[in-house]
């Protein structure tokens, strides 16, 4: 899972079946950062239909729900960068598919917890929710983007890795 600061990311090139083929520049100049973190478990990404016949809308609302095991300072610092921000997300499930969550409009952070729990076996880490609300489902990355999303950006990635991964 890597997040990136919305619109550090542009253009963002789609092929024919809307997959994500590339993604050429930044708008930040020359280089730009994100936040990487190994997510196992309890973690989700979904996408829900929302259809108005009467106002002949719809759109697609991303939701990403994650649980990360481990409470450290670096954590709270970039988890609160991310809630104040309107990340994008790079979301790869257990098949190999690799996901852009706010493709368009980026994602919000609309909850969670910073939790110790109370017996031994209880969590010890964060829970967080984002939602990304988009006129199309969540964009699948292709070829080497979907390996490394950045392989193409003509300018410098510098992504830090949580402590959880």
Do not use: C, H, W
């Not at 730009?32 to 973190?37: D, L, P, R």
């Not at 990404?45 to 939701?63: A, D, L, P, V």
């Amino acid at each position: 899972m890597i997040f990136v600061n919305y619109d550090a990311l542009r253009p963002v090139v789609l092929t024919a079946d809307d997959s994500i083929a590339s993604i050429s520049g930044t708008a930040s100049g020359g280089s730009f950062s994100g936040f990487e973190y190994d997510v196992k478990g309890n973690s989700s990404f979904e996408q829900t239909f929302n259809s108005s016949r009467e106002n002949g809308t719809t759109f697609f609302t991303q939701t990403l729900n994650l649980t990360l095991t481990k409470l450290s300072k670096t954590d709270n610092k970039q988890l609160k960068l991310l809630a104040y921000g309107r990340p994008y997300a790079f979301v790869t499930d257990y098949n190999g598919n690799t996901f852009m969550m706010g493709r368009l409009n980026g994602a919000e952070v609309t909850g969670g917890t910073i939790v110790t729990g109370a017996a031994m076996g209880d969590l010890s880490g964060y829970t967080l929710v984002m939602e990304g609300q988009e006129v199309t489902p969540a964009n699948f990355l292709d070829g080497s983007t979907a390996t490394n999303p950045f392989a193409g950006v003509n300018a410098s990635a510098v992504i830090v890795t949580g402590s959880n991964s």
